[in-house]
C-alpha cells in the first residue's frame, strides 16, 4: 500500500501561482510514476502531469508552458508549480501515485484549486 498526502490547494486571482506537493508514503517501488489529475464541477477527470521515477515529464496540452512538475526521488514527493493560473484551471486536483511493477494505482485525498477574482 501506497498512502499520499497532498498539499498546496487555494484561492488565487488569475495570473497567480500555486504550488502543490504530493508525499508519497508505504510500499514505494522504485519503478513509479507520480502526477495530477484535475476533476472541475460537471467535467471528466482529466491528466494534468506525470512524472516518472527516471524524470520524464509530460502534461496536458492546456497547461503545457504554464506548469512545471518535478519531484524529489528521496523524499518521494512530486511538485506541481502552476503559473499564469486562468479560471479554467479551477478544479480539484487529485495527485496519484503509479506502480509500475504491480500496475497499481494509487490516489491522494484531493486538493481545491480556485482561481478566481
Known amino acids: 500500500q501506497v498512502q499520499l498526502v497532498e498539499s498546496g490547494g487555494g484561492l488565487v486571482q488569475p495570473g497567480g501561482s500555486l504550488r502543490l506537493s504530493c508525499a508519497a508514503s508505504?510500499?514505494?517501488?522504485?519503478?513509479?510514476?507520480m502526477g495530477w489529475h484535475r476533476q472541475a464541477p460537471g467535467k471528466q477527470r482529466e491528466l494534468v502531469a506525470v512524472i516518472t521515477s527516471g524524470g520524464s515529464a509530460n502534461y496536458a496540452d492546456s497547461v503545457k508552458g504554464r506548469f512545471t512538475i518535478s519531484r524529489d526521488n528521496a523524499k518521494n514527493t512530486a511538485y506541481l508549480q502552476m503559473n499564469s493560473l486562468k479560471a479554467d484551471d479551477t478544479a480539484v486536483y487529485y495527485c496519484?501515485?503509479?506502480?509500475?511493477?504491480?500496475?497499481?494505482?494509487?490516489w491522494g485525498q484531493g486538493t481545491q484549486v480556485t482561481v478566481s477574482s
Open positions: 496519484y501515485f503509479m506502480d509500475v511493477l504491480n500496475r497499481r494505482t494509487y
Open positions: 508505504g510500499s514505494i517501488v522504485s519503478l513509479n510514476a
